[in-house]
């Protein structure tokens, strides 16, 4: 083989990012097919690889066996002793016999030399029903019904008569493989020096036939059963010429199918390169197995050997005769391993960083293989680190093979001690892949792979908790592949705990006997629960965060959720819930909880086993709240699983297992109903563990639990339970669980009484605390009331506003009972006047400022206080859609419909006011302009109401148009939100127009933090990022997804309002897309939905419009459960969610559909396949 140029080795002058070496590019001057063993040729160098690691270096500067470790080392020294010390080992003679004039030659080292031919597209496929057409072997292998073996001995025949031939027909099997139609003559084998040229010729015959794709890269299981062919053709073939020993008596064979198939591997074009890279693996995997055969013939030889010399009277001629075979055998193995070499050398080291991935996928698959097969050879530092670095593909199939295959060797024990040096050098990238990589994929395999390591104690303290802190990630693949590797964490950590405690055996004697149906006696599961929550504990460190922000366990970036239904402690338990048996026993975990741990903390450690356990158990808060979440995901897991498993069509149950199942779901709930308050007598003080309690009630909500929801005992006893919680905490981490538990008692008839007479006390006690709480003479005065007196006022406006939600507010708000009249003579008749007076509380008063914390809750009261007006008359818009379509001829009254109009109209004017008092810029003024546009928008809906003969239609005073005022007031707030987020974001937006121009001036930044500092100014900051530095870039990115959340959901409420007709549809529509390309993925979402109806009716889009992924979620969250009320904005999303019926040129305008020339042109750069791209896709030479 001819050797490299020495050329290569000067590429010391320029180094990549990524520590390789590199030359400057030059210009083009050689083939593209090289000959022999080539080295990367520089300008191929420059832009052909794909990037390779830090820790990368070519094999040019390496020199052989420096970095192996000592194993390696003997191993090479081992194998070199089976040869004979008298002489160096030999090839077998090589056999020229003359078939008719013509031999094989010997190939020479002059390697002709042609310009360079643009790459051609994918080429045709040829089918299998082509096969017969195109003949000779292909059709053989592809078309005929005989086996490989039959096939490759009627070859071997066939070479036997003439050599050439023979030879000549493997090459264009392997041409037709590639697609091409072209063949190799007798005269093109016989001069392997016109390989070269003869191959280019070849390809720019199969260019002029303009190919559009080859078979191996066929759609589906096609092009995957082609490989399989084509493979085990050539698989058997190298079997078949070593059985018959023409492999080693004709060497000359082997070595011109490696001239054509390394030439080949090199071509420009895709397919041909493809296919014969994938041939040469073949080849080699097979050369792997007949080498390995060898090896083991020379044992098993040299056994009988020595078993035939311990005898007495032994055989010397049958010695002998067994020594020659070792020696044979030897001597073949011998040949073969050079051969690997030149195959490996020629082919693999330039292909396995092809610009193709799938080429390189393919190299790193057979790498695999052959260090199964052949370790001997390839399981060294020297082949392994190809592996290593093509962990550090850019593409995501490419690396997710690598993985695969290094968990094939680290899956079997006896080379775990040859992977250590291969491990301690690529074991950061494998915990970067396992935690950060992009794709979830191949992060869930790298997480297999890791808990490999981590069974054969490969891995440090640091990447253990690195890799277990994924436990929380948001990635349901990530966390499941996790399980395994999170359960032994805790495992090991209990064993601990045991060791700590005098050993299993010890406690075991001293624990006291479990009884049926005792969970709270100490036992040992208590501290594997323990174990569970501390591990769970440390792994979390996002205390810090809003409950509706999530940091990316991968990049650390943030992830605003806009309705986020579990906890990220339940999503963790869902993963580790088939891993972990104890976490089935929820009864055993929920009496652990429910046992009193203050005897242990205050009396400190006594010295018997049973108070060392119970000491070692008492739970942290932390740990308590934790443990009360995986207890509500324990049972709802086990209660689904067990519906699941009685109404599956899979199993055939008899009707006794289906009576046992439904006996045991019903009494887990019952017994999850009487657990429910008890919970609640010991966690129910603190806000986050009472809401985790809470959130239990929602596993009996579910139908199959009919029996329960009939027991009006019980459920009374759990509503008297729900009702003191909501009554006696104030933030909604509580109040949202507490009214969804409500709700679900409402949804059962046979519950509707009980439920209605505790929402009746519930409602009276809300109520009389509002008005104990409020002064009618200083309601509207802000600043007159204290701190605690506007906590408490703020929490019992949270209060009726979630009661709204499940319940008719009407009756109770309108109850006349706590009217009052004040000195100014200002009446209010019921609770809704207050509330609605309260709006003005957010309008600045010319007293003394007060400082920030009243100053907020000032606003939140207000806010709270809009809230709960808007509630309030959106169900009375829902009764009077009620009671006109419900067929009965009674009407409202009209004294009603007058104090329902004067209350709306109090309620915006109180609104703009508060607009109109505040900057735009502030948090108040957007929450206000939402609710002015809400309430605008759903009295639209009336207008739709059919009006019977005879009726009234005096509800049409509460559809009024959103006069100019108001329209400028809200522009002037969305233009504030579109600054701020611009300015967070580094965005320019577009200058504002004459007629914006009164909008834009007085609007002002939502933040003016200080820390929220350019990204430039971040970027010139020192390199060495300090605690303080981090928490300033975190605390941006937070206001930044909070800043787009903000615009989004007004964005929505103006859309909503233009599609209702209560805005200026023209100046509006133009006012929000005036910026819609600068504003990022989301915010352009958003303004698609301004072309809904504006489309042809009756036309179809042929791609729903699908954004980038990003972070934020801005779709609305729906919290409000379903409930009798019934707005615009219902129908308005109805509208939207027929999205579909967009035509194709609305959706191409947004730039969200498209061309088929455009999407053609993607793919080709995607796939590689054509123009430039394959001109330079040499690449790895």
């Known amino acids: ?169 493997v090459v264009t099997f392997v041409l037709k493989c590639a697609g091409c139609n072209s063949t190799v003559t007798d005269y093109d084998v016989e001069d392997p020096d016109g390989a070269t040229n003869r191959l280019i010729d070849l390809q720019d015959e199969y260019q002029a036939t303009d190919p559009t794709d080859y078979p191996l890269v066929g759609k589906g299981k096609a092009g995957a059963a082609f490989k399989e062919d084509m493979a085990s053709f050539l698989n058997t073939l190298i079997k078949t010429i070593a059985a018959k020993g023409v492999l080693y008596s004709n060497a000359t064979l082997i070595e011109n199918v490696e001239v054509w198939f390394s030439t080949m591997s090199s071509a420009a074009n895709r397919a041909f390169r493809h296919t014969a890279t994938v041939a040469s693996l073949s080849v080699m995997t097979a050369l792997c197995e007949v080498a390995a055969e060898r090896a083991n013939e020379v044992a098993a030889t040299r056994r009988q050997a020595d078993t035939e010399r ?85 593409v995501a199939a490419t690396r997710a093979e690598v993985i695969k295959q290094l968990h094939r060797l680290y899956k079997e024990g006896n080379k775990i001690g040859g992977l250590e040096t291969f491990t301690e050098r690529f074991r950061s990238r494998l915990v970067e892949i396992g935690t950060r990589d992009a794709e979830s ?87 594997k629960f323990k174990a569970l929550a501390e591990t769970m504990v440390a792994y979390d460190t996002d205390d810090s965060l809003p409950s509706q922000v999530e940091r990316n366990r991968g990049d650390g970036s943030l992830t605003l959720h806009a309705a986020a239904t579990e906890s990220r402690y339940t999503l963790a338990a869902d993963a580790l819930y088939d891993k972990l048996d104890e976490m089935k026993d929820w009864q055993a975990l929920s009496g652990y909880l429910l046992f009193d741990h203050s005897f242990g903390r205050a009396n400190g450690v006594a010295n018997d086993p049973l108070s060392q356990l119970k000491h070692e158990a008492v739970l942290t808060e932390k740990e308590e709240f934790i443990l009360l979440e995986l207890v509500s995901s324990s049972v709802k897991r086990r209660l689904r699983d067990i519906q699941e498993k009685s109404t599956s069509t899979k199993s055939k149950l008899t009707k ?56 009006a005992t019980t459920y009374g006893a759990l509503l008297d339970d729900v009702r003191k919680q909501f009554m006696s905490h104030g933030s909604d981490e509580v109040l949202d669980p507490a009214s969804k538990a409500i709700q679900h008692a409402k949804s059962y008839m046979e519950l509707d009484d009980l439920t209605d007479e505790k929402l009746a006390t519930l409602w009276e006690d809300v109520v009389n605390n509002l008005v104990e709480l409020i002064s009618p003479e200083t309601i509207t005065v802000r600043g007159t009331y204290q701190t605690d007196e506007l906590g ?47 709006i003005e509380r957010a309008i600045p ?31 009375n ?33 109180n609104v703009h006011s508060v607009l109109q008092s505040r900057k735009a810029g502030e948090a108040i003024s957007v929450t206000m302009s939402s609710y002015l546009l809400e309430i605008f928008t759903s009295a639209v809906v009336l207008k739709t109401i059919n009006v019977k003969p005879g009726m009234r239609d005096d509800w049409d005073v509460l559809v009024q148009n959103m006069g100019p005022s108001y329209s400028k007031s809200i522009m002037k707030v969305f233009s504030a939100a579109e600054k701020n987020f611009a300015t967070l974001t580094g965005k320019k937006l577009e200058d504002a127009g004459p007629a914006d121009a009164e909008i834009d001036v007085d609007a002002e930044p939502l933040d003016e933090d200080p820390l929220s500092d350019s990204e430039s100014e971040d970027e010139d900051a020192e390199p060495t990022q300090t605690q303080a530095s981090q928490q300033r870039k975190e605390t941006k990115q937070r206001n930044t997804i909070l800043a787009e ?53 009756g036309t179809k889009a042929k791609a729903r419009p699908k954004g980038k992924a990003v972070n934020l979620v801005a779709a609305k969250a729906k919290s409000n459960p379903k409930s009798n009320a019934i707005v615009a904005e219902d129908e308005l999303d109805d509208e939207i969610e027929d999205a579909d019926g967009e035509d194709e040129e609305t959706l191409r305008r947004q730039g969200l559909v498209v061309d088929g020339e455009d999407a053609g042109a993607e793919q080709e750069d995607v796939d590689g396949a054509g123009g430039d791209a394959e001109a330079e896709s040499v690449l790895g030479d």
């Not at 808990?451 to 948001?474: F, T």
């Not at 009674?890 to 329902?900: D, G, I, S």
């Not at 007709?1061 to 509006?1068: A, E, H, P, R």
């Open 1 to 169: 083989m001819s050797t490299s140029s020495p050329e290569a080795a000067d590429a010391s002058a320029i180094r990549r990012a990524s520590g390789r070496v590199r030359k400057q590019p030059e210009a083009y001057t050689s083939s593209p097919f090289s000959s022999g063993k080539r080295k990367r040729s520089n300008e191929e160098d420059g832009e052909g690889d794909v990037q390779m690691p830090d820790d990368y270096v070519s094999d040019e500067d390496v020199p052989s066996g420096d970095d192996e470790p000592a194993e390696e080392e003997v191993r090479e020294q081992n194998r070199k002793s089976r040869k004979p010390k008298s002489a160096a080992p030999k090839k077998p003679a090589q056999k020229k016999p003359k078939m008719n004039g013509t031999t094989l030659p010997i190939r020479s080292a002059t390697v002709g030399t042609k310009k360079k031919r643009r790459a051609p597209k994918k080429t045709a496929a040829a089918v299998a029903e082509d096969a017969e057409e195109a003949g000779g072997l292909y059709a053989q292998v592809f078309a005929s019904a005989d086996s490989m073996e039959t096939i490759t001995a009627q070859w071997l025949r066939d070479f036997d008569a003439h050599e050439s031939h023979g030879l000549a027909d």
């Open 310 to 394: 311990r005898r007495p009277n032994f055989n010397r001629g049958r010695v002998r005769q067994l020594d020659q075979k070792v020696r044979d055998a030897g001597q073949a193995q011998d040949f073969i391993e050079i051969q690997l070499k030149d195959w490996f050398d020629t082919v693999f080291i330039h292909r396995y960083r092809d610009i193709d991935p799938v080429i390189r996928r393919e190299c790193a698959s057979a790498l695999g293989d052959w260090i199964t097969i052949l370790p001997s050879v390839y399981f060294d530092g020297q082949h392994l680190r190809y592996l290593g670095w093509v962990l550090s593909d850019s």
């Open 441 to 527: 994929n191949v992060r869930s395999a790298g997480i297999e792979l890791l808990d490999l390591l981590r069974e054969n104690g490969l891995l440090e303290p640091d990447d253990v908790d690195a890799v277990g802190r994924l436990v929380y990630d948001s990635d349901v693949r990530a966390r499941k592949a996790l399980a395994k590797f999170f359960a032994e964490n805790v495992a090991d950590l209990f064993n601990s705990k045991i060791d700590d405690l005098g050993g299993l055996e010890s406690l075991e004697e001293t624990l006291p006997e479990v009884g049926e149906g005792n969970f709270e006696t100490p036992r040992l599961e208590w501290l």
């Open 656 to 711: 006794k297992q289906k009576e046992l199942l439904t006996d045991e779901q019903e009494e887990a709930a019952r017994h999850l109903a009487s657990l429910i308050p008890k919970l609640l007598k010991k966690f129910g003080d603190v806000p986050n563990t009472a809401a985790a309690v809470l959130r239990m009630e929602r596993v009996l909500s579910m139908h199959s639990l009919h029996v329960l929801h009939e027991d």
């Open 792 to 838: 408490g006022l703020s929490n019992n406006l949270l209060r009726i506003i979630r009661l709204s939600q499940v319940s008719n507010c009407i009756p109770a708000l309108e109850d006349s009972n706590v009217a009052s009249n004040t000195e100014a003579g200002v009446e209010y008749h019921a609770a809704i006047d207050y509330i609605v007076a309260l």
């Open 845 to 875: 008063s010319k007293s003394p400022t007060a400082d920030l914390e009243d100053a907020a809750l000032e606003d939140e009261v207000a806010a709270r206080a809009a809230e709960a007006a808007l509630r309030y008359l959106q169900w």
């Open 877 to 909: 818009i829902s009764l009077i859609i009620q009671t006109v379509t419900s067929g009965v001829s009674t009407e409202m009254p009209y004294e009603e419909l007058e104090a329902l109009a004067k209350r709306r109209d109090a309620f915006v004017t």
């Open 1045 to 1097: 959340k903000t615009l989004c959901e007004l964005t929505r409420s103006l859309i909503y309002a233009v599609h209702a007709g209560v805005v200026d549809k023209q100046s509006t529509r133009k006012r929000l897309e005036r910026n819609k390309m600068k504003l990022g993925q989301n915010f352009k979402e958003m303004c698609f939905y301004l072309e809904i109806g504006n489309a042809k009716k």
